[in-house]
């Protein structure tokens, strides 16, 4: 759809248009699992611990934590064991705080559990995240761009994707709030991280960023050259040339690659808002805030979506010189 629309605006201009979609990309790489990876204090608790553990029901799950399959738990499993376990401990402290011949020992040991669990159950949310494949795989730069939606199959797979996010958000925002429970769906947390394996809307969208900032831009410049070599309409009167100029860009831009922009533009929006959410909520890594500034960034010119708007804005400037000297701009 790109190419077709830069040849035909190419050949009306006569001015060579060449967006370089096949060439390596400059999109920002993701950094390196160690560097997104926040440090978690290990609590390993010993035999007559556990067995005083026992009385609040927290057996179970520390020896699901402490199993060979709990050693190696991927990280969206960990925030639901660690969720589980910080809400089984706060609730084992109310009701020992009703009992004044409480073992004092095992208070000491639940206070000492909870403020260590409480305090880094943001770092354990933002691993969740950040240190797991899937979102890993949603900022690739080896994947095609988001494909051309159609009355016929409206459904490219970013809504489940968008979903996921916004589950993992709220978990965020759960968590923020004083005396929060954890939720009946935690156990449905592993579909959100398979939507996001399986759709991998974010690395997709870069590259429809990447993509149509190229292209925008290169067509501006075929634009604004055309006009300095030799205005299509020298009279400010339109021409036969200025009237298919007029043409493609109705049916090919207006008509095909807006339609695409408008659902990038609206997708990535929300896709960007959760992310930013996320790292300045969450105990973000100096390479991960790196990063953010380097792909979302609204203050920084050079970031990826910054890039964008400004192909965007000079596209439509150079697009609005041209037919507006031709007498052709629509709506004039």
Known sequence: MLDNYTERVARVLEEPIDAGLDGPTDIALLPPRRERLLPLTDLRQGPIEVLALRHCNLLGLIAQRNSSLGKVMPPSKQLVYEMRLLSQVRDCRQELAKQPDADPQLRQQLEDIHRIKSRELPAVLWNAIYASSEMENNFSRGDPPLPLRSDDNNEDGSEAALQGLQTLASLQTLISTPDWRAPAQLDDLEQHYQALE?????????????????????????????????????????????????????????????????????????????????????????????????????????SLWQRYIQARDHHTKSWQTTLRRCSLMPGS
Request: net charge positive; aromatic share 10%; with cysteine.
């Open 198 to 302: 399986a759709n991998r809307f974010g690395s997709q969208w870069l590259k429809s960023l990447w993509i149509l900032t190229r292209t925008l831009e290169q067509t501006a410049q075929a634009l604004e050259r055309r006009e300095l070599r030799a205005s299509i309409c020298p009279q400010q009167r339109p021409t036969p040339r200025a009237k298919i100029l007029l043409n493609v860009f109705t049916q090919f831009y207006a008509g095909e690659v807006q339609p695409y922009m408008a659902h990038i533009d609206r997708s990535g929006q929300r896709w960007k808002a959760l992310h930013q959410q996320l790292m300045t909520s969450l105990p973000a890594t100096p390479a991960m805030l790196d990063y953010q500034w380097r792909i979302f960034a609204d203050a920084n010119p050079d």
